[in-house]
């Protein structure tokens, strides 16, 4: 296995890009560099997003809004935007792999809404500014 398989899809993602701006090709480091803050962008807008769509979803909802979220993402990704998963769209993933990277995008946004929604809400019991008359 060599060494720059890991940031490989980050490099095809940079280099997308480069392509796409008409701009030359870059060095590997830049085109790595450019590939990592895409992906990133993506990653925040789809999380961005997600919290928008899950605000008022409570108990099942949550899961299953998270498992309708990503299957869309796929769909998206698959056709009309293939970079819509960041560096994943440039990664030789197969079905499964694939799948199993929907899975993980569908937890992290489940824990990322349940991580605001703990920090949001008052302990029981607690002393909050409001409830002190």
């Not at 720059?4 to 280099?15: I, K, N, Q, W």
């Not at 990704?77 to 799948?99: E, H, I, Y």
């Not at 489940?110 to 991580?115: E, W």
Request: proline fraction near 6%; aromatic fraction near 8%.
């Amino acid at each position: 296995m060599r060494h720059d398989v890991a940031v490989l899809p980050f490099a095809t993602s940079g280099r997308a890009l480069f392509d796409a701006w008409r701009l030359a090709a870059p060095t590997m480091a830049v085109a790595v560099l450019v590939g990592v803050v895409a992906h990133l962008m993506w990653s925040v807008l789809w999380g961005v997003c997600f919290s928008v769509v899950a605000l008022g979803l409570r108990g099942i909802a949550l899961p299953a809004g998270a498992l309708l979220f990503v299957l869309f993402l796929g769909a998206l990704s698959s056709t009309a935007v293939p970079g819509a998963l960041g560096a994943a769209a440039f990664a030789p993933l197969s079905a499964a792999q694939t799948a199993f990277l929907l899975v993980l995008l569908a937890g992290a946004f489940i824990a990322g809404v349940a991580v605001v929604r703990h920090r949001r809400e008052p302990e029981p019991g607690s002393v909050t500014p409001g409830s002190v008359t």
